[in-house]
């Protein structure tokens, strides 16, 4: 696979490139690694290698860096291509929740390593990652490679647009920092463009339509209702939000929330179209136009922004990686162990991960923030027990229900315990609490009590400035 960022870098001209440095089309040419890099201190300890800095991957590293790395039982490295950590499951409200991966490694006793994995050496067991490339064009590190005993797979997921044509040209799928803010800045782009023209509003002005009602659809939807108005009341005087802003949920399947409890999806509907909002199921996508949404019955909706937010799928590298089993969504087979089908010293967590439902047949776990988040804490117990020399164990997952956000209005949803008996239904206030929490237990992962807890130590962590030897 070819990095974007290489295609990026190829693509500056010379003359935009800072004057001391040779363009990158006559740079001498670099070696082909063919060792992996080695630290003094790696020297007689298990080496651990995640690729992916998700929140599973993230807080694998955390938690074995603090529990192993600190004390010189193993070495932890993370490969991630980003700079920054986002939480996914936040992208939708427009605001950037991150974490900086330096300043996580200096605190928490791993390295990281920015890169993208680009291949598998199975026989050597070595990850080989492409040059990084930064914004300007600059080539910042060359290929390498890493060495690993134990090598953990969490790259996460993307969205799946089941090969329907327009959707990478005319959609935006909330999958980075990135896109969240080129959707933002479009939204806000759209109400200054419909505040100054002089004739009448086109047909699809201010309309969005969002592709998918699961939770990621549902919740945005909610949330733009929220944001659309805001943006009004900032001097937008001749834009009438309820009349003039349109959005439209649309679901292929008979029910918005299709994977979670039909009570819960009949709560959340009933709260949408208490908003306005126009929800439309049974309404498959056969094309995104420039200009809308086109369904299979030939109807066509018109939308200036259409947000994509319809089904996962694991990154297509993942499919000619080393020859590890894969499914048809690219997820990496995995034993209830969490170890991939052909490798035993390999093991994929969090999306990437087709894990069987133990007690559930022919089942798969579901691609869920709590999945990863559970699968992390499995995975400290079982890179242990592998230093160890003890057996691993199997991994089950524990459903705790589902919750779904629409914004300041309210939250549905359902807990999964023991305590109920079964399960306990969630709405409003109480709910929205039980909503905010599982980001703050996520916070509470990577930095522990006192510092989510106290703003100016997590400030501190967050602008560490002696992070800078640990960044590549």
């Known amino acids: 696979m070819t990095p974007h960022a290489q295609s990026t870098a190829d693509a500056v001209p010379a003359t935009v490139r800072d004057a001391n440095r040779l363009p990158l089309a006559t740079e001498p040419p670099v070696p082909e690694p063919t ?4 630290l003094p201190e790696q020297a007689g300890l298990h080496r651990i ?34 700079r920054l950590h986002f939480w996914k499951p936040h992208l939708h409200d427009l605001a950037v929740y991150q974490t900086n991966y330096l300043a996580q490694a200096h605190w928490h006793h791993f390295r990281y390593r920015i890169g993208e994995m680009i291949g598998l050496d199975r026989e050597q067991r070595h990850v080989i990652v492409a040059p990084f490339i930064d914004e300007d064009g600059d080539r910042v590190t060359q290929k390498r490679r890493f060495g690993y005993d134990t090598l953990i797979m969490s790259v996460g997921s ?39 023209q002089g004739e009448p509003l086109r047909k699809e002005q201010l309309q969005v339509a969002i592709i998918g009602a699961g939770a990621t659809g549902v919740e945005l939807a909610a949330e733009l209702h929220n944001t659309t108005r805001t943006l009004v009341s900032y001097g937008f005087d001749r834009i009438d939000p309820d009349k003039d802003i349109k959005l439209i949920l649309i679901e292929a399947a008979d029910r918005i929330l299709p994977a979670l409890p039909p009570r819960l999806s009949s709560a959340a509907l009933r709260m949408l179209e ?8 049974s309404a498959r996508v056969s094309e995104v136009l420039p200009r809308g949404v086109k369904l299979a019955t030939g109807e066509v909706i018109p939308a200036e922004l259409v947000v994509w937010a319809a089904g996962v799928k694991a990154p297509e590298f993942l499919k000619t990686l080393g020859g590890l089993e894969t499914n048809r969504i690219n997820q ?5 162990t969490l170890q991939t089908t052909r ?11 087709a894990c069987p439902w133990v007690g559930k047949s022919a089942a798969t776990v579901p691609p869920r923030a709590q999945s990863a988040h559970q699968q992390a804490s499995h995975m400290v117990k079982q890179i242990k027990n592998r230093i160890s020399g003890h057996p691993l164990t199997e991994w089950r997952y524990r459903d705790f229900g589902s919750l779904v956000s629409l914004g300041e209005y309210s939250t549905v949803g359902n807990l999964m315990g023991s305590l109920s008996g079964g399960s306990l239904w969630l709405e409003g206030g109480f709910a929205r609490l039980m909503y905010l929490s599982l980001y703050k ?7 522990g009590w006192w510092k989510v807890s106290s703003p100016g130590a997590r400030s501190r962590m967050s602008s560490c400035t002696d992070a800078g030897t640990r960044s590549l």
Not at 178 to 196: G, K, M, P, S, Y
């Open 343 to 353: 490798d035993e010293h390999i093991f994929a967590i969090g999306d990437c991960a």
């Open 274 to 281: 208490d908003l306005h909002i126009n929800v439309r199921t």
């Open 35 to 38: 060792a992996a890099e080695t």
């Open 158 to 196: 993307l969205t799946n647009d089941f090969g329907t044509p327009g959707v990478k040209e005319h959609a935006i799928s909330l999958e980075t920092v990135e896109e969240a803010e080129r959707f933002h800045r479009r939204l806000v782009n759209a109400l200054l463009r419909a505040f100054a």
């Open 441 to 447: 237990m996520h916070e509470l992962a990577l930095h």
């Open 332 to 336: 990496l087979v995995v034993h209830p």
């Open 49 to 82: 290698v995640i690729v992916g800095g998700g929140a599973g991957g993230l807080e694998l590293a955390t938690r074995l860096g603090d529990t192993l790395g600190k004390r010189r039982k193993a070495h932890v490295t993370l490969i991630e291509k980003k």
